[in-house]
């Protein structure tokens, strides 16, 4: 029978992969999804909320991809078509919502049939976003 010091190493050693897994999981997860499209920080809110959710985007085929920055899914929780989104407005961040966001983002706000939605990235970023979702897919269909 173990004596106590061997159960008191299993328990760390059991603590400390539980510990790790996840934050492996993370960077990993931050490789593939760079390694699958351009990927920029942004963050997100949702119509009715005041919250922002910290996140990473993807620009994937004729997608933009939305995901948790501390999510531990590889599928997007947002994803926006490229043919269905538009910036309708695009402002620096209310005194309320430079505490939640990074200090260069600005903010814009998507049309319909995503009304309400606000994202934030930085302006580099945002310029990208805008000139997608105005073009088209090389050789396919321009928008419009």
Do not use: N, Y
Not at 32 to 47: D, F, N, Y
Not at 49 to 55: A, C, D, M, Q
Request: net charge positive; hydrophobic share 45%.
């Amino acid at each position: 029978m173990p004596d106590w010091w061997s159960w008191t190493a299993i328990v760390v050693l059991v603590g400390l992969v539980g510990l790790l897994t996840p934050l492996v999981w993370l960077v990993l997860r931050g490789r593939w999804l760079a390694g699958h499209g351009r990927v920029l920080q942004c963050s997100l809110r949702r119509p009715g909320s005041s919250v922002w959710t910290l996140g990473i985007a993807r620009f994937r085929d004729d997608d933009f991809e939305w995901f948790r920055a501390f999510g531990l899914s590889v599928r997007p929780r947002h994803s926006f078509p490229r043919a269905r989104t538009h910036v309708v407005k695009v402002r620096s961040p209310l005194p309320g919502e430079t505490d939640d966001l990074p200090r260069d983002h600005v903010v814009a706000e998507l049309g319909e049939p995503f009304e309400g939605v606000l994202v934030a990235m930085s302006r580099p970023d945002l310029t990208a976003f805008s000139s997608w979702t105005e073009a088209g897919r090389p050789g396919g269909r321009t928008a419009g």
